[in-house]
């Protein structure tokens, strides 16, 4: 089986803790965003979660905002979960798989009172080129840092060096047992190199053969890796039965994939349609990449991306 991030339950958080922990969020967290813009676009929103989707948002299009008010934004803009890229915490900028204890802890902690789930962590992948061991050693320390924030999913970006390939994935069968014990889910992303599109990503999935690796559909990155040849509509079935989340990014030539979901080229009715039918019905789906602004611009760009996405997924 695989192991997908488990929906949030909106039956019971519609009206509840839900809602007062964004509020919190919104206007405690974000105390140097509020004080600089203005509170009223940190408004809480409806909850987002619908029909088993998990609509969340990654840090990227917030990289240069502290990690409190990153949470604060998204969880204002109407999100229940988080991507974590690099978290931006008061002692240092960091990311899962170098934050030491306390750090992990309060990336944790924020996201909670923000009222987020960590729904996934990205990782470049195991340092292989240093050795077998040291990549072994690394990613186990992530995912022990996973089980500790929360995090249910480390998205590996694979890699394009021939030479690395095979320890890279042998590194990844290697852990595969601990991660289903942490209940910490393995995913590949198309990301060019040698995992630029769905094919290459079901042989590398079927190579390592454990239900606990499994794909996270990138339609934006199917666009941009192929230099706008290769249309995910066109590649999709080819990951049909292994998707278990995905990046919502979408795609503008020549090679622009900072827009907001929705403004490109990537057909996402037609796309949530054709992953339906290779069995992805529910799960994460967390926007990566936005229309680039301030704050507060960032905050209504991931707002209006979460509304497409609920249009579309009616």
């Known amino acids: 089986m695989s192991l997908p991030v488990p929906p949030v339950d909106l039956r019971e958080s ?39 989707w998990q609509l969340g948002c990654f840090t990227r299009p917030f990289a240069e905002f502290s990690y409190a008010d990153t949470v604060a934004a998204i ?29 992990v802890d309060e990336i944790r902690s924020i996201a909670s009172q923000g009222g987020l789930a960590i729904a996934a962590t990205y990782y470049g992948g195991p340092p292989v080129n240093r050795s077998f061991a040291a990549g072994v050693e690394a990613i186990e320390r992530l995912i022990e840092n996973c089980a500790r924030s929360g995090c249910a999913t480390i998205l590996l970006g694979g890699t394009a060096n021939e030479d690395l390939f095979d320890d890279y994935f042998r590194v990844i069968e290697q852990v595969c047992d601990q991660a289903a014990e942490k209940q910490v889910s393995l995913v590949l992303k198309p990301h060019g190199g040698l995992n630029a599109t769905g ?4 042989k590398i999935v079927e190579r390592v053969n454990h239900p606990a690796f499994r794909i996270w559909y990138d339609p934006g990155n199917i666009f941009y890796y192929s230099e706008g040849g ?3 509509l066109d590649d999709v079935a080819e ?3 292994l998707v ?14 900072a827009l907001n979901p929705g403004e490109g080229q990537v057909d996402f009715p037609e796309l949530f349609k054709r992953l339906a039918e290779g069995g992805f019905r529910s799960g994460p789906l967390i926007v990566e990449t936005l229309a680039p602004g301030d704050l507060a611009t960032t905050t209504t760009n991931a707002s209006k991306t979460r509304q497409f996405l609920q249009s579309v997924l009616r």
Request: aromatic share 4%; net charge positive.
């Open 239 to 241: 990951v049909a039965g």
């Open 230 to 232: 290769l249309n995910p």
């Open 199 to 202: 094919p290459q990503c079901r």
């Open 244 to 257: 278990t989340g995905m990046c919502v990014k979408d795609f503008r030539p020549p090679q622009d994939v």
């Open 14 to 52: 519609s009206c509840g803790r839900r809602d007062f922990l964004i509020r919190s969020a919104a206007l405690g967290i974000a105390g140097s965003a509020t004080a600089a813009t203005g509170s009223a676009w940190l408004r809480a929103a409806e909850p987002t979660d619908q029909a088993g």
């Open 75 to 103: 969880a204002s803009a109407g999100y229940s979960a988080i991507g974590l890229m690099a978290a931006r915490l008061p002692t240092g900028n960091v990311t899962l798989a170098d934050a030491n204890d306390s750090q």
